[in-house]
C-alpha cells in the first residue's frame, strides 16, 4: 500500500512539475511585461489608455517572429478576441502574413468570429491585402457564406470586383457555393455581373459569373435562381470562351433543364458548333445535340428537310427518329420531310473502314440497312416518335432492305402501344414480319411462307401485352411457323407463364403438335414448368398424347409421352400432378420403356414410389 502511495506521489509531482514548466514557457514575463498585462488588465474594464501609450517592452524573445505571426493568425482564425487584442497592444503587426499570404483579417472573414473581424478593421488591418493567390478577406467572406462579413469589409472599403490570379471575384465565389444572398447584396452593391468580357477571355480556363451558375446551379435548392439574377442584373448570355463554351452550352452539358430555359428565355444561343457549315449540315448536327431552337430556326430558313448525307446517307428525319426527339420528328414531317424514305448507306465493310467515329457507326448501318423512320424509331425504343409518324401517315407495311417490317420490330420488341396502333392503321394481324422485298445485294426473293406470324414473334419473347393486342386485333392463336410450331408452343418452351395463360384465355389450341411430334404439355412437362402444367391440364390439354409424327427427315420420334419426359427429368412434383390427373404409366416410347423404367434408370427412387413395375 506504501509503495502504491509513494508511486502517486511521485506521479502527482511529475505533472505538477510538467504543468508548471509549460506555464513558465509560455508565460515567462519581466517585470515590465507584468506592467503592461495591468494595463491589459484594466482596459478590458474600459480604463485603459490608447494603444500608443502602452510602453514598450524589451520582452525576450520565446520563439521565432514567424511563429509569432502564425500564432496570432490562428488566434484571430478561431476567434480569440482577447488573446487578438492582447497581442495588438503587444505590438503585433497586424498585417503579417503566414507562407501562403495568409493574414489574420483573411482568416477571420471565413468565420462567424465577426468581433475580431471588426476589431481588426478597427485597429487597421488593411482590408485590401491578399494571399500569394490574390485571395482577398472579401472573397474569403464570400465562399465561406458569410453575409455579415461581407457587408463589413464593404462599408470598410473593400474593393468588391477585385479578382484573385485565377480572375475569380468576391461574386464568382459566392456563385461557386451557392450563396445566393451574397450574390444578390453583392450585385446590389456593384459587382460586375460580367466580370469577363469577351475581349478579356484569352484562355479555356476564365469562366463568366454567368458560367459559373450554370456549371454549379445544382448545387442550389432552385437550379436557376442564381442564373436569373445575374441575368436581372445585365449578365450577358452570349459571352464565349476560347473552346466556344457558352453559359447554354455548359448547362446543357450538365442537363440543367431550368437553367437552359431560363438561359434561352434571355436569347442565349451556342452557335459555335454550327460554325462554318452549310444549312443542312447545320440542320444535322443541331438534331444530334437536340438543340431544338436551332433546328426550328434553320427549317424556317433554308435548310432543305430532305436532305441526305453524302457519306453515310443519313437524313434528318432518319436521324431525329434514331435520337428520339418527337417535337423535331414533327418539326421534319411538317415540312415537308418524307416519312417513307428508304435511306441507302456504305456496306459494313465500308463502314468499318471509314473515319467515321464509332459511336456514329450505328446510324450508318441504319441507312445501309434501308430503315425508315419508323423502323427506326421503333427499333430504339422511341415510342412518341413512332406514334407521331403513324398518326403523320407512315406507311404500316414499308420494309427495309432486309425486308423486315414495322410490325416485325415492334412484336420482337414488345411495344404493344406500336403494335395498336399498327393495327388500327390497318395492319393485319396474321401476315408474318417480312414483306416480299428485292434483297439490296442478292436479289433475294423472301417469300411469305418462309416467315413467322407476328403472334410467333411476340409470344416467342413473352411480351404478353404485344401478345394481348394482336389476339384482340383478331390474329389466329394457332397459326404455325415453318416447323409447326405455335405461338402457344413457343411461349411454353420459354416458360412464360403469362404469357401461356393469354393464349389459352383466347383460344390457342393445347394439343397442336410441332414437326417432330412434341406437344405444349410435352414441353412444359420436360422443362419442369409446372405452373405452366397446371395451366395446360386446367385447358384440357391431351395428357396421353404421344410424340408420334415423323419429321422431315424420315427419322422416327421418340414416342414420348408428358409422363415420360417429366420422369426423364426427374420433376417429380409434375409426375404426381400428371398421374392424378390420369396419365398412362404403362405407355412406353421408341425404346420400349415406361415411365418406371425411365425413372429406374435414373435412380429416382422418389418416382419409383410413385409407379408400379409394369408386367412383362
Not at 500608443?52 to 500564432?71: F, L, N, S
Not at 473552346?243 to 446543357?252: F, H, K, M, R
Request: some cysteine; hydrophobic content about 40%; glycine content about 8%.
Amino acid at each position: 500500500m506504501d509503495i502504491q502511495i509513494s508511486a502517486m506521489r511521485k506521479a502527482s509531482c511529475l505533472l505538477i512539475f510538467a504543468i508548471l514548466f509549460l506555464v513558465n514557457a509560455c508565460a515567462t514575463t519581466t517585470s515590465e511585461e507584468a506592467a503592461s498585462d495591468e494595463i491589459l488588465s484594466e482596459n478590458m474594464q474600459g480604463t485603459a489608455p490608447e494603444v500608443d501609450e502602452v510602453p514598450v517592452t524589451e520582452a525576450p524573445v520565446i520563439v521565432e517572429e514567424e511563429k509569432e505571426g502564425i500564432d496570432f493568425i490562428l488566434e484571430a482564425r478561431y476567434g480569440h478576441y482577447k488573446v487578438v487584442e492582447y497581442n495588438l497592444y503587444q505590438g503585433a503587426d497586424i498585417d503579417q502574413q503566414d507562407e501562403l499570404g495568409n493574414t489574420a483579417l483573411i482568416a477571420v472573414a471565413a468565420t462567424d468570429n465577426k468581433d475580431v473581424l471588426e476589431l481588426l478593421v478597427e485597429r487597421g488591418a488593411d482590408v485590401h491585402i491578399a494571399t500569394n493567390d490574390g485571395t482577398t478577406a472579401l472573397m474569403n467572406a464570400a465562399a465561406s457564406g458569410h453575409l455579415d462579413n461581407v457587408k463589413y469589409l464593404i462599408d470598410a472599403g473593400a474593393q468588391i470586383n477585385r479578382t484573385n490570379h485565377d480572375g475569380e471575384s468576391a461574386l464568382v465565389y459566392a456563385i461557386k457555393f451557392g450563396h445566393k444572398d451574397i450574390v444578390d447584396y453583392l450585385l446590389k452593391n456593384g459587382a460586375d455581373a460580367n466580370i469577363y468580357d469577351q475581349d478579356e477571355i484569352t484562355a479555356n480556363n476564365r469562366f463568366t459569373p454567368l458560367m459559373i451558375a450554370a456549371e454549379y446551379g445544382f448545387t442550389t435548392p432552385d437550379d436557376a435562381t442564381i442564373v436569373r439574377r445575374l441575368l436581372a442584373h445585365g449578365a450577358d448570355p452570349k459571352v464565349h470562351r476560347n473552346n466556344g463554351d457558352t453559359a447554354l452550352s455548359i448547362a446543357e452539358k450538365n442537363r440543367n433543364e431550368a437553367i437552359v430555359d431560363e438561359l434561352e428565355k434571355h436569347g442565349a444561343r451556342d452557335e459555335t458548333p454550327y460554325a462554318g457549315l452549310t444549312a443542312e449540315d447545320a440542320l444535322l448536327k443541331a438534331i444530334k445535340m437536340d438543340d431544338v431552337a436551332k433546328v426550328r430556326e434553320l427549317l424556317d430558313t433554308a435548310a432543305d428537310s430532305n436532305y441526305r448525307e453524302t457519306l453515310t446517307g443519313v437524313t434528318p428525319l432518319l436521324m431525329a427518329s434514331y435520337y428520339g426527339n418527337p417535337g423535331v420528328v414533327n418539326m421534319l414531317v411538317e415540312k415537308g420531310a418524307d416519312i417513307d424514305d428508304v435511306p441507302w448507306g456504305l456496306t459494313e465493310q465500308r463502314i468499318n473502314a471509314s473515319s467515321v467515329p464509332v459511336n456514329d457507326r450505328e446510324l450508318m448501318r441504319i441507312a445501309s440497312r434501308g430503315d425508315t423512320a419508323l423502323i427506326t424509331a421503333i427499333r430504339r425504343g422511341h415510342t412518341r416518335s413512332a406514334l407521331l409518324l403513324l398518326d403523320h401517315g407512315a406507311d404500316v407495311l414499308q420494309p427495309n432492305r432486309k425486308a423486315e417490317t414495322p410490325g416485325y420490330f415492334a412484336a420482337r420488341k414488345g411495344n404493344a402501344a406500336v403494335m395498336r396502333s399498327l393495327l388500327d392503321k390497318g395492319l393485319d394481324p396474321n401476315r408474318g414480319h417480312f414483306e416480299q422485298v428485292q434483297d439490296y445485294f442478292s436479289d433475294k426473293i423472301i417469300h411469305e411462307e418462309d416467315t413467322r406470324p407476328l403472334l410467333i414473334e411476340a409470344a416467342d419473347l413473352g411480351h404478353v401485352e404485344t401478345v394481348r393486342a394482336l389476339l384482340g386485333a383478331g390474329a389466329d392463336p394457332d397459326l404455325q411457323d415453318a416447323l409447326g410450331r405455335t405461338a402457344l408452343f413457343l411461349a411454353v418452351s420459354q416458360g412464360f407463364a403469362d404469357t401461356v395463360k393469354v393464349l389459352l384465355e383466347m383460344g390457342a389450341d393445347p394439343d397442336l403438335k410441332e414437326a417432330t411430334g412434341k406437344t405444349p404439355l410435352m414441353m412444359a412437362a420436360k422443362n419442369g414448368f409446372r405452373r405452366i402444367v397446371t395451366l395446360l391440364l386446367e385447358h384440357e390439354a391431351d395428357i396421353n398424347a404421344i410424340e408420334d409424327i415423323e419429321n422431315s427427315f424420315g427419322e422416327v420420334s421418340s414416342q414420348m409421352t408428358a409422363l415420360g419426359y417429366a420422369v426423364r427429368g426427374g420433376h417429380t412434383a409434375i409426375v404426381g400432378m400428371l398421374l392424378e390427373h390420369g396419365a398412362d404409366p404403362s405407355l412406353r416410347n421408341h425404346d420400349g420403356e415406361t415411365a418406371f423404367d425411365i425413372a429406374r434408370k435414373n435412380g429416382y427412387s422418389d418416382i419409383l414410389a410413385m409407379l408400379s413395375e409394369p408386367s412383362s
